[in-house]
């Protein structure tokens, strides 16, 4: 399915009854798919024809519009054009027929359901490095719509019971039943149902690289991104459980249902030296990307660097720090090692701080850590200094009544 | 704190299942214990409120091993709608919720040292990570006097993975290296406003046991 649907698996299991794992099981290793072989299945303006097809699409417009009201959604919309723009330049000849939905959900997942509308994740938009990476996830989505996945599969019968529970869930009835606060940000009531109902199966994703990674390299994006992409999510998962001292969690990640991370690389490698062309020169759009989500990377910063997954998050931060470091890196750097507040992690947070609020491009929040850990180390002078910068830059921030009786 | 969302949904969900098939008894009679309007000991017993009205206190006997002793929930109309915590004593180095040390996403320690905007941050991350909170804003924090000691007063709002906005506010301080607090949080739409009232009443009533 999705570039990253098996976070959601247990919400799929409770409401389809454990019948999409069935499709899971393919088994052994299978030959990659070359790019060249991969055609798109429609033209512009496609329209389903056969019954099951317009059933499936009726439905899909009552998800879409369930889904288009969430409140989770990010409306800004300079970024939702951009991401819109996006897919339209990478999405082959339905480019104009798809819509893309951005909700505030600190996880890397973007999901393609069956009538062309895509939903993406504000942590897929951390992750990335540059548009290129970005670019390959929407293009490996538009890959599934292109290849008419959705109807494969639902003919295949894997997704009927599945299906089903949409119905219903549009009908309010489970939704009324999801509706509970489980305090799993990847379950989320109504939407986190949608989006873990779709579940291809290995061929499915194979051609959905393979038709990504030329999609990538048409429009002129270096297509070995994707591989790169893949090996950062692989970090990711590895730091993070080397934190907290185990193994990487198999049955509870995106490399659960997907061929393995590894060998997923490895064939969108190949494809990425298959379809560059010599001679031919490929930009991966970095300082174009990082003008479109500049007005929500603090934001997204935040919502990961809070859940307290400090393998995960000094992962990511070293990962983006990759083209350069700055204060709002570094700040939230810092952040980290507060949180997770081991024997000096108190100390190494003040030190972070301070070298955080020597980039001119410091956050406020920065300085106001740093005079907090400061005055903890018992610096109250230069404590107060630092906590009068805060509340100049931020004068209305929610806490100034606290920190004025501080430093008063 | 509400420690475990799962936990007391799904005690939620068998006493409505049990309800419905027996027909007997009420929602959540076997989860809850009432609590009557007069002076209660909360949390490990070291801080005792007086609540305006009756309230209903989650039972935590069956799901012990998850306990954490010095907190404590009540709810007025079910968890998913209003809350109030207690954390009574909490010592340095402890947790206001049971986690696993393999989890990914942990709320951290409490530490003796921890000045107020570290246990507002520590909150804010108990609500992220098991609470299901997609956005959470800090909308005040002032300084204000609880159990006689030099406290602060937290006031947040956060939108939850079921959609749903909900507004809360903690009172309290560290006295003697040890977390005293009262949270309440509910539904931002009628139920934070029908109770904080209630919410208020407890945090003027409440006394350290010495």
């Known amino acids: 399915m999705c570039f990253r649907c098996a976070e959601l698996n247990r919400r799929s299991l409770l409401i389809g009854g454990g019948v999409a794992a069935a499709s899971l099981s393919t088994g052994v290793a299978q030959a990659r798919i070359r790019p060249a072989d991969m055609r798109p299945l429609i033209g512009p303006g496609f329209r389903p024809t056969d019954r099951d097809e317009i059933g499936l699409w009726q439905q899909m417009d009552r998800v879409e519009e369930e889904v288009s009201g969430s409140n989770i959604l990010i409306k800004d919309p300079q970024l939702i054009r951009y991401l819109q723009n996006l897919i339209g330049e990478v999405g082959g000849p339905a480019a104009k027929d798809m819509r893309i939905y951005l909700a505030r959900i600190p996880e890397f997942n973007a999901v393609m359901f069956p009538s062309g509308f895509s939903v993406i994740f504000t942590g897929l938009l951390l992750r990335m490095r540059n548009e290129a990476q970005l670019a390959g996830v929407i293009a490996h989505e538009s890959g599934h719509f292109l290849r008419r996945h959705m109807i494969r599969m639902w003919r295949d019968m894997r997704m009927k019971s599945d299906l089903l529970s949409i119905g219903a869930m549009v009908a ?22 949608l989006l873990s109902l779709f579940k291809y199966n290995r061929t499915m994703e194979a051609e959905a690289d393979a038709m990504g990674a030329r999609l990538l390299a048409e429009k002129n994006y270096p297509a070995i991104e994707m591989a790169n992409t893949w090996e950062q999510l692989i970090g990711e998962a590895d730091a993070s459980a080397r934190h907290r001292r185990k193994r990487r969690d198999r ?4 490399f659960a249902t ?67 470091w700055n204060g709002l890196l570094r700040f939230y750097e810092a952040e980290i090692w ?18 955080a609020v020597a980039y001119p491009d410091a956050p406020p929040d920065a300085w106001r850590w740093h005079g907090l850990s400061l005055i903890k180390a018992g610096r109250q002078a230069e404590g107060r200094v630092a906590l009068s910068r805060y509340l100049r830059m931020q004068p209305n921030a929610a806490d100034a009544p606290f920190i004025r009786q501080m430093i008063s | 704190m509400t420690r475990t969302p799962k936990l007391l949904l799904a005690a939620l969900a068998l006493a409505v ?27 490990d017993g070291s801080m005792a409120v007086t609540a305006p009205r009756p309230w209903n206190r989650t039972r935590t006997s069956i799901f012990s091993f998850e306990d954490v002793r010095q907190v404590e929930d009540w709810t007025l109309n079910g968890p998913l709608l209003d809350n109030i915590s207690f954390i009574t004593g ?118 350290r046991r010495r």
């Open chain 1, 338 to 355: 507060r949180l997770r507040n081991r024997q000096g992690d108190a100390q190494r947070a003040a030190q972070g701080y301070a070298i």
């Open chain 1, 258 to 324: 997907h061929p393995s991370p590894e060998s997923r690389m490895i064939d969108l490698k190949i494809s990425a030296a298959e379809v560059t062309v010599p001679g031919r020169t490929y930009d991966s759009r970095r300082a174009r990307y990082l003008q479109a989500i500049s007005p929500i990377r603090q934001m997204i910063l935040d919502d990961q660097v809070k859940l307290n997954d400090p393998g995960a998050s000094q992962y990511l931060i070293e990962t983006l720090a990759r083209d350069g």
């Open chain 2, 90 to 207: 909490l010592r340095n180095n402890r947790q206001i919720i049971y986690q696993r040390r393999t989890e990914d996403r942990q709320v951290p320690r409490f530490r003796s040292d921890m000045s107020a905007p570290e246990i507002t941050a520590m909150l804010e991350t108990f609500f992220r990570t098991r609470a299901g909170s997609i956005e959470f804003r800090t909308l005040s924090l002032k300084p204000r006097l609880f159990l006689g000691a030099n406290g602060f007063q937290f006031d947040f709002e956060h939108l939850d993975s079921d959609e749903l906005w909900r507004r809360g506010r903690a009172v309290g301080a560290v006295i003697d290296g040890r977390l005293y607090l009262i949270l309440f949080d509910a539904a931002r739409s009628h139920y934070y406003a029908n109770s904080i009232g209630d919410f208020e009443a407890i945090v003027a009533s409440a006394r």
């Open chain 1, 172 to 193: 309010g009835v489970a939704g009324g039943a999801a509706g509970v606060n489980t305090g799993d940000i990847t379950q989320l009531a109504q939407l986190g149902t």
């Open chain 1, 251 to 254: 049955g509870r990640s995106l």
């Open chain 2, 17 to 43: 299942a049990g309800c419905s098939s027996t027909g007997g008894g009420g929602i959540g009679s076997e989860y809850y214990s009432l609590v009557r309007v007069r002076s209660i000991h909360v949390g």
